[in-house]
């Protein structure tokens, strides 16, 4: 019996306290990751009038940022796969960390740019290589709700920005958000000095197994058919998300002329259902399954996006936020538990990085797209469309992706 499928091999780790730390470093990373990015939707009007910027190009900040995280998730995911869960972790979080910092010494446009993609690049392995430690880590009965908690991480993240910005901006400027993009730095200390590697892949390597685990994720017609379904399923979330989040100030601000710090308020509003929707997704997941969890989920986007789009007084556009968050976002809660599940040790954060990533690069083209459909029609037109996408997942969920809810770690 392996360390992932025992119901005691927390307790049995010889290494007290083990499970604890790999969960904490992983929730810290990619909380400074949810922090950073949706400061930048926060600052891109500032950004824009002081190195002036067009709109087009404050925009692909945004874009170029997840395009490095693409490649930063298939480089670093086959990396762990090959040289270990903990060694990439500290490198993504370090590479994250010191681009973000050089972005505060930006002198234009072009050398901006190149900041955001390289940052993008550490940010883009950080969730995958995060969610795969948790998993090798902790107990098959707890799986799902562990790598919900590793969501919820940016969660926590993106909840700080929306409370600090509006208040910190002003005085430090965007620059000086920017600097705090240092701070990672100090997780990765942490995270080398106080997290080892988990059992399941140093028995692995001990017994000099290694495959090439890119070819593991299209294996045979099964495997294919997963890989196919979980690269959709990333696809949709990550459009939704940046969609949403990325224009929601806006949206606010134009259509029912909030100032910055009501539309953080109810930015924040809707992060905390997002945060809620995380955390039960993972209770449920356990408990019921992960695909019956996912249909639920999706079907409740669907109908919330739609109902956000038509809501017109400030109560309403509050609650409704946070309803919607819960269903839109709370299914981050499942990828982790659900990709672990199906794919082998030697190819585990392989998948994790490049399916999540390959939904990162399509989520990338959400704020594009979002834009493109209100400055035509209207932001409420554009969130009706963006609700349809959802059925799209139902399709994926049902067709192509097995259930394994609980499934010993291979």
Known sequence: MNIASSPNAVTQDPRAGYAAR?????????????FDLLILGFMLPVIAADLHLTSTQAGSLVTWTLIGAVAGGLIFGVLSDYFGRVRMLTWTILIFAIFTGLCALARGYG???????????????????GMTLVAEAWPAAQRARVSSYVGLGWQLGVLAAALLTPPLLPLIGWRG??????????VSFFVRRRVEEPALFT???????CKA???LLVADA???RASAGVATLCSVQNFGYYGLMIWLPTYLSKTFGCSLTRSGLWTAVTVLGMAVGIWLFGVAADRFGRKPTFLFYQAGAVAMVFVYAHLSTPAALLIGGAVMGVFVNGMIGGYGALISELYPTDARATAQNVLFNIGRAVGGFGPVAVGALA??????????ALASIYVLDIFATVFLIPERCGAALE
């Not at 901006?112 to 883009?124: F, Q």
């Not at 028995?203 to 197994?209: K, N, P, Q, T």
């Open 222 to 224: 099964r495997t294919t």
């Open 22 to 34: 790999a969960l904490i470093a992983s929730v810290l990373g990619y909380a400074m990751d949810g």
């Open 213 to 215: 685990p890119v070819k």
């Open 375 to 384: 400055a035509r029609f209207s932001f409420g037109a554009a969130l009706v």
């Open 177 to 186: 958000m920017f600097a705090l993009g240092l701070l990672p730095a100090v």
């Open 111 to 129: 050398d901006l740019l190149a900041y955001r993609t390289i940052a993008g690049v550490g940010l883009g392995g950080e969730f995958g290589i």
């Open 203 to 209: 028995e692995r390597v001990a017994r000099g197994m």
